[in-house]
């Protein structure tokens, strides 16, 4: 090769007539010209930088990737990560945890709303001789306990008082009789059912309520309690009729099963029978029974966290709005005295100073139970003309045309309006609500469309007209804002004098 074309400085052995810029290419040259091309032996390098004989490694340059990668499912979602294995991981079970924390929670509050409530059932008597409880006007009760029904044992009592003969009556003694079996701590009346003269049959806690008539065996009875005292009183065939037409209802709404028993009150003497016929094994077997109960239920006591459920809001229907008679709080028919002035420009306010009530049924019972106070101790009717109660109603008392006993030598002239409640702050403290303040001014327009009352009337409280502390503080306060409040104009007149 000339030295013109030897870059490489490298001289051939044989003649390169068969040898370019490119090297030799055998595929291409016949055999004869292949074998004229150079071997590798055959060269002689001599200083060459740009050739290479064989495989030259220039730089070997390893990059390993520790590429974990962490998946898990949980709840349908799909969770990956390929930085943070260790994050991931952590994450993972917070989520669990929280997942199974929120599910817990979904669960409680699904069973909390779930859980069926205790109603009282209706068995269907539409009869005028039965009673439920709206209709004698019942508190509520305490609390409830649903009864396992249907039950096999029937238990007959009596209330061992006077027996009643008429509805008004027996209503009276109804409530009397909650009344006192409250205080007993018993949570609502006792039995399940009560019976008055001429066949009336009140719903007590009612068919499918756990009653507290005979001691421990409550959960397994319907209790049925005669009013009036059997050991002189008689039963009237209306009474017998209309038990066994209750007795067959209950059958056949599944209360009773058919072939029900009967039994005196005096069950303690059946359940010691009982166990005195039992065997050994099964007074055993019975008190192991009772231990494993008692411990379940303390384990459920210890580990349940409790929680009161939403009161149940009391029913506050009333026959009318606002205006109720006497005849709607079952007071009691009394003859006083008509008022000798008309229209009367008089008001005076007292307050009763007894327990506040905020529903009608309450304030009914609280009516009656001021009428029964002055009745009994006092001697005569209910002081007021009308009775504004807690839940904004005005109650009648003696009325409009009725003279009052609320304020001597004025009783005549003027009209009463007391407030339940005591408005003293030092005791009672009672507050007066807008709804009563409200109602007051509807009866006083009452009063006067219908001619009772002069529309130039004037209002104060009992203690502006003597030494006393009624209407109390925090009613007074409230008076004064009325515009027809003034202490001053009829103050030391007689009732000749008011309308001289």
Known sequence: MPDSENKGDFNLVQSNNAVDRAGCAPAVFPAEVFSQC???????????????????????????????????????????????????????????????????????????????????????????????????????????????????LVVFG??????????????????NIQQQHLRRDFLDIGPNFLVGGSGLVFEGRGANIVGAMVGCCNSRIISIMFIGDYNIDELDEQQI???????????KVGVLVEDYEIMEVPFWKYVIQQVKSSSRAERVACGASALVLLGAAAVVVYFTIFHSREEAVEPDAAPHPWNITREMWLGMDVV??????????????????????HSFVRCAVEMRNLQDYFLNHKGWDLPY?????????????????????????????????GFIGDYRPDFGNTAVTALQAARFHALMQDGIRRGFLDPDFVVVGARDFNDGESPGENLLRVMLTWPHYDKDRYYNKSCAQIYS
């Open 38 to 152: 150079p071997r590798v032996e055959q060269l002689t390098v001599t200083k060459s930088s740009r050739v290479q004989v064989g495989p030259k490694f220039i730089s070997v340059t390893q990059h390993i990737t520790n590429n974990e990668v962490v998946k898990g499912r949980i709840l349908g979602l799909d969770l990956e990560s390929s930085r943070a294995p260790r994050r991931c991981r952590a994450s993972v079970a917070v989520f669990t945890c929280w997942t199974l924390l929120v599910a817990c929670c979904l669960s409680g509050l699904l069973m909390y709303f779930i859980t069926p409530s205790i109603k009282r059932l209706d068995i269907g008597l539409n009869f005028f001789w039965y009673l439920r409880r709206g209709d004698w006007q019942a508190m509520q009760p305490y609390t409830m306990t649903h009864l396992n029904i249907p039950v096999r």
């Open 158 to 175: 009596h209330s061992a008082e006077t027996k009643c003969t008429y509805k008004r009556q027996c209503i009276e003694h109804v409530l």
């Open 241 to 251: 009729e209309n038990v066994k037409t209750l007795l067959d209802t209950l059958t």
């Open 336 to 357: 006083n005295d008509p008022v000798k002035f008309r229209p009367l420009r008089l008001v005076i306010i007292n307050h009763s100073v007894s327990p506040e009530c």
């Open 385 to 417: 003309n009308f009775v504004i109660g807690n839940d904004g109603r005005v109650y009648e008392g003696r009325g409009w045309a009725i003279a009052g006993a609320h304020h001597y030598g004025l009783n005549s002239c003027s009209l009463g309006v």
